[in-house]
Nanobody, 122 residues
Framework: QVQLVESGGGLVKAGGSLRLSCAASGRTFSSYIMGWFRQAPGKEREFVARIRWRDGRTMYSDSAKGRFTISRDNAKNSVYLEMNSLKPEDTAVYFC???????????????WGQGTQVTVSS
């Protein structure tokens, strides 16, 4: 059974940084795509970034480009999201997801973590 466990969320001031982690277990992920999404109160879940496990190729949303970095650690079966220059509008629950299709759309992912709260104060 696939399990994704996020950690690293918290409260940070605008301009600060956080590093989110996602520990994956339950299968071999070498042919899968790992993604980060976020959902703010009253808003739809939106794509943040994704990484192709096989070759590390990445893709970012426009809001994440230049500020966030997604990476993976094959040995630890983990994916990370380094977030810098955080803004109050980055406040949301951040979810880790894995799928065979991936991309920037939530239906492309088959498994989801429980989410971790990120709050950025002004």
């Amino acid at each position: 059974q696939v399990q994704l466990v996020e950690s690293g969320g918290g409260l940070v001031k605008a301009g600060g940084s956080l590093r989110l982690s996602c520990a994956a277990s339950g299968r071999t992920f070498s042919s899968y795509i790992m993604g980060w999404f976020r959902q703010a109160p009253g808003k739809e879940r939106e794509f943040v970034a994704r990484i192709r496990w096989r070759d590390g190729r990445t893709m970012y949303s426009d809001s994440a480009k230049g500020r966030f970095t997604i990476s993976r650690d094959n040995a630890k079966n983990s994916v990370y999201l380094e977030m810098n220059s955080l803004k109050p509008e980055d406040t949301a629950v951040y979810f880790c997801a894995v799928g065979s299709t991936g991309g920037s759309s939530a239906p492309g992912y088959d498994y989801w973590g429980q989410g971790t709260q990120v709050t950025v104060s002004s």
